[in-house]
């Protein structure tokens, strides 16, 4: 996709081939409106060149494509724990199926939470933990940990299989935005542990160690699109909120990175596709065609604009 560019618009009263510099030398004679004019090009493009401070990605969806391999991580634990819902027609254990899972991981951010609103949806279910399906909160809150443990060990064994690689064009927008001397951070929304994993499989050890804030879902109370965890990224880099750009591939990451007064722009893939993305600086396929001087003149735009 085209990157959008920066144009500097001469004044009326100049040709349209006054040579850029020409716009910034000294006026022979002092004028408060032409020294205004002056100060505040001077000032727009400063701010422009200073705007992107720092880039934050997402991990799940941006940096790997893995909504297949949750939903298959998921399936495996409920095989596994012969999770049965009330409301199932089937004696089969529960099987969310790749239409069901896109639905419901645009709807709800995080696993736990995903289950907890299926299970008050479709009725809290029997599975080998308990013959009976749970009636208290404790009891409850203990089928989902369970079965988030497991299903958390299973992704990992799929990630690590060799099998998965990043998104096109992830890796080099990092090194960029590292070798500029911009700020980078991770900011997901799944359990820790898991998000670690994928980070030192699929970018290297050596580019998550240099990472200058990484969050996880286990890190802040409220889930996106609750915009806590950005929130907290930007105290933890010491940047303003403003200054940070965010990569999200759904309308929940959208909502939390705008919520928290950040600028973002959207790398969908084939399941976000079709989602309200109108709040977003800008819309990628992939990160293939995308370099950090797109991303700096479009948050220099979006600065100006505002």
């Known amino acids: 996709m085209a990157s959008s560019a920066v144009f500097l ?9 006054t040579p850029l510099f020409s716009l910034f030398r000294p006026s022979p004679t002092f004028s408060p409106a032409t020294s205004r ?21 997402d991990c799940d969806g941006v940096i790997l494509e893995s909504e297949h391999l949750h939903r298959q991580a ?18 089969a254990p529960l099987d969310w199926t790749p ?32 013959d009976l399906a749970p009636e208290s909160d404790e009891d409850r809150a203990k089928l989902v940990d369970i079965l988030q443990d497991w299903k ?19 890796l080099r927008l990092m090194d960029e935005a590292k070798a500029s001397g911009r700020k980078l951070a991770v900011c997901s929304a799944a359990t820790k542990s898991s998000v670690v994993l994928c980070l030192e499989n699929l970018i290297g050890l050596e580019r998550f160690q ?11 109370k409220e889930k996106k699109p609750d915009p806590m965890i950005y929130v907290t990224a930007a105290k933890k880099l ?3 909120e403003k200054d940070c750009l965010v990569v999200e591939d759904s309308v929940i990451g959208l909502q939390a990175a705008t919520g928290a ?19 977003a600086a800008a819309t990628y396929p992939d990160l293939s065609n995308v370099r950090l001087s797109d991303l700096e003149a479009l948050l220099a735009d979006v600065v100006a604009a505002k």
């Not at 618009?9 to 081939?17: D, N």
């Not at 240099?210 to 802040?220: H, I, M, R, S, T």
Request: aromatic share 10%.
């Open 238 to 240: 010491g940047v303003s």
């Open 9 to 17: 618009s001469a004044p009326p009263s100049l040709s349209s081939r």
């Open 37 to 57: 004019t002056t100060t505040s090009r001077r000032l727009v493009l400063t701010a422009s060149a200073r705007a992107l401070e720092a880039l934050i990605f």
């Open 152 to 170: 958390t060990e299973r992704y990992k064994e799929i990630i690590k299989s060799g099998t998965v690689e990043p998104r096109p064009g992830v």
């Open 210 to 220: 240099g990472l200058d804030c990484f969050l996880a879902g286990d890190d802040v």
């Open 74 to 91: 998921y399936n495996d634990a409920f095989a596994h724990f012969n999770v049965r819902c009330p409301s199932s027609p089937s004696p």
């Open 99 to 130: 239409e069901f899972y896109d639905e419901l991981q645009n709807l709800i951010g995080g696993g736990k939470p995903k289950m907890r609103w299926y299970f008050k949806e479709h009725g809290w279910p029997t599975s080998t933990i308990s």
């Open 261 to 279: 007064g950040m600028s973002c722009v959207i790398s969908y893939t084939s399941s976000t596709a079709n989602q309200d993305f109108k709040a």
